[in-house]
């Protein structure tokens, strides 16, 4: 489902970046104060501009949510919380897994904490220099953090709970979202290009 609405998006915003591509030429031709992209200048921006127009930090941390959540969902971490929390139906959780989650409430808080520590204590490591936490290096890099936790504590479950039984299975388990979700990237690829092409034309919006 997620991948039929991902190439819808796609489809659309392919036609709308030629759509845009063909204004440029006719509207600049009439006389109106937009650059051409397909003129020699615009060409050599394409060219010059083709990797830093999407290498940016939305990229990163798309790619970090499908490793994260590929390893959450493979884990079979996703389930457990359902059951657990909103006691959705199935087999009673084995010894393995009870295990599992008692790792997994452990490594949060201990998440929780070291974050805490870093931050409210005095002179905090994370907060900015003049002790504030919006923006400090906290707030910057708290999401990859994020990311990064779920992705260990998901393992942990996997490899105690044995639904991750092998190195191989734990390592397929990370790249498994970015695969799964992959047009999700094609479609911030395409996005970023566009948007990228759409500053370009109309320098004054």
């Given at each position: 489902?997620?991948?039929?609405?991902a190439?819808?998006?796609?489809?659309?915003?392919?036609?709308?970046?030629?759509l845009?591509?063909?204004?440029?030429?006719?509207?600049?031709?009439?006389?109106?104060?937009?650059?051409?992209?397909l003129?020699?200048?615009?060409?050599?921006?394409?060219?010059?501009?083709?990797?830093?127009?999407?290498?940016?930090?939305?990229?990163?941390?798309?790619?970090?949510?499908?490793?994260?959540?590929?390893?959450?969902?493979?884990?079979?971490?996703?389930?457990?919380?359902?059951?657990?929390?909103?006691?959705?139906?199935?087999?009673?959780?084995?010894?393995?897994?009870?295990?599992?989650?008692?790792?997994?409430?452990?490594?949060?808080?201990?998440?929780?904490?070291?974050?805490?520590?870093?931050?409210?204590?005095?002179?905090?490591?994370?907060?900015?220099?003049?002790?504030?936490?919006?923006?400090?290096?906290?707030?910057?890099g708290?999401?990859?953090?994020?990311?990064?936790?779920?992705?260990?504590?998901?393992?942990?479950?996997?490899?105690?709970?044995?639904?991750?039984?092998?190195?191989?299975?734990?390592?397929?388990?990370?790249?498994?979202g970015?695969?799964?979700?992959?047009?999700?990237?094609?479609?911030?690829?395409?996005?970023?290009?566009?948007?990228?092409?759409?500053?370009?034309?109309?320098?004054?919006?």
């Amino acid at each position: 489902m997620m991948n039929k609405v991902a190439n819808i998006i796609l489809l659309i915003e392919m036609l709308l970046h030629i759509l845009l591509v063909i204004s440029s030429l006719f509207f600049s031709s009439a006389g109106y104060p937009i650059n051409n992209i397909l003129s020699p200048e615009g060409l050599r921006w394409s060219f010059l501009n083709a990797v830093s127009n999407v290498l940016r930090e939305p990229l990163v941390y798309l790619i970090g949510f499908f490793f994260s959540w590929g390893v959450f969902r493979r884990s079979g971490l996703d389930k457990a919380l359902l059951r657990l929390f909103l006691g959705m139906k199935g087999a009673p959780f084995s010894f393995r897994q009870r295990r599992a989650l008692w790792f997994v409430l452990l490594l949060f808080l201990l998440f929780v904490v070291m974050l805490l520590v870093l931050v409210l204590l005095p002179h905090g490591i994370l907060v900015s220099v003049t002790g504030n936490v919006f923006p400090s290096p906290f707030s910057t890099g708290l999401i990859p953090t994020c990311m990064l936790a779920l992705v260990l504590i998901s393992i942990t479950y996997g490899v105690i709970g044995n639904t991750l039984r092998t190195f191989h299975e734990v390592v397929q388990s990370v790249y498994s979202g970015l695969g799964e979700y992959a047009g999700w990237i094609l479609v911030y690829l395409v996005g970023a290009q566009f948007y990228a092409c759409l500053m370009y034309i109309f320098p004054n919006l």
